[in-house]
């Protein structure tokens, strides 16, 4: 199985990452990751050229000529702020010597991990605090970007296998598709090209919200812009899907098997997700049975007209509401989990709280802040949700070797 563990602080010296489980003979290049990587900074108002460029991820174990060696993959990405001493991040975030008179941080930000991650670890009060900033720089989604490199090892495997991982935002603020059915004849058209799931992202790349939708790009183009002069921020909904998968991955059999409760894991995991779906999952709570279930029917005709003895042969669906996903069990149709992001916490507008050192109410101060990172975070999603599909694929045909794997899933493609 594929684990990683990052490390890092977001105003520290570096990021860093060690994924272990990868097999050996898996095609990668850092150019591969790094790709991936500038898709995170995609978005209206995000970044800009600066950022993508400093963000580059640097290999330094586990490949030798352009393939996994089975050993572990070592990660680092440089964080520009600390590099270049911009606002004396280096005496800051010091690893060694006396504090001195090194500012803190005393008002926790609402809607932050900063009071309830202090509280913990001690950092609301002496000997450690009050001081924020340990929690600040751990808890940031700056995380995510060596999330992203690391995931995108095994998604680079998936790639080799013909199983591709994209996504598209369907929602920001209060502007967004009406339901699913909405978009759902463009996705699936895009998702029958050469590369499936692969030209639904390409596609959203394309927009400035990472929607396939020109006109709602727009209107949320301009629900950001107005909602900057409100002084406000906005959260959404994005949609990700796996196309490729053979059925079979995970397991009825044990609670911590199941593929869509590893898949809601995956988008829980990634800071300010607040809410996750499994196919129609949520629409499905207030529609029937008979509205719901995706009826089975053989390849080359409705059911029960029977071309083949076989029990098993070219079985499809012809819906998938179930999202690729039933009893825990890939069932062959594209993987579909949506996830749900709050709105970014930091506000121009002020909000309440109170000051850890004297104690006062105190309102948060101004601070630079992106009024949506939706689209940044469906690219986050697609990472964590491909790292859950890459180790499902090694559970069933798994190896230390990637011809192995490869051979298995196609003898088991082949007899599907
Ligand atoms: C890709 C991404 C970018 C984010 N950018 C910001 C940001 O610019 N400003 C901010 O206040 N929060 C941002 N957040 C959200 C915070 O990290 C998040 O709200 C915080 O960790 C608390 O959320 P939690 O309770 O889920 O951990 C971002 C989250 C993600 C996934």
Redesign the pocket.
Known sequence: MIRYLTAGESHGEALTGVVEGLPAGVPLTAADLNEHLAR?WLGYGRGGRSKIENDRVHVYSGLRFSKTLGSPVGLRLDNGAYEKDRAGWPEKMALGGERGDVERVTLPRP???DLAGAQKYGFDRPPRGPDLRPVIDR???RE?AMRVACCSTARQMLRELGIEVGSHVVRIGQVGFEDAEAWQDRAHALLQRDGGARALYEAADESATRMIDADLTEQCVEHIEETKRKRDSLGGAYEVVVTGVPPGLGSYAQWDRRLDGQLAQAILS?????GVEVGDGVAGAGRYGSDTHDEIVRENGAGGNASSDAPSDALRRRTNRAGGVEGGVSNGMPLVVRGY??P???LIEPLDSVDLESGEPQQTRYER??VT?VP??ST?AEATVALVVANAVLERFGGDRFEQIRRRLTEERDRQ
């Open positions: 995170r809607g932050h991990a808890s940031s989604a995510t990634i800071q300010a997700q607040k992001m709050k970014i916490p930091t802040s992106d990172s940044a975070a986050v």
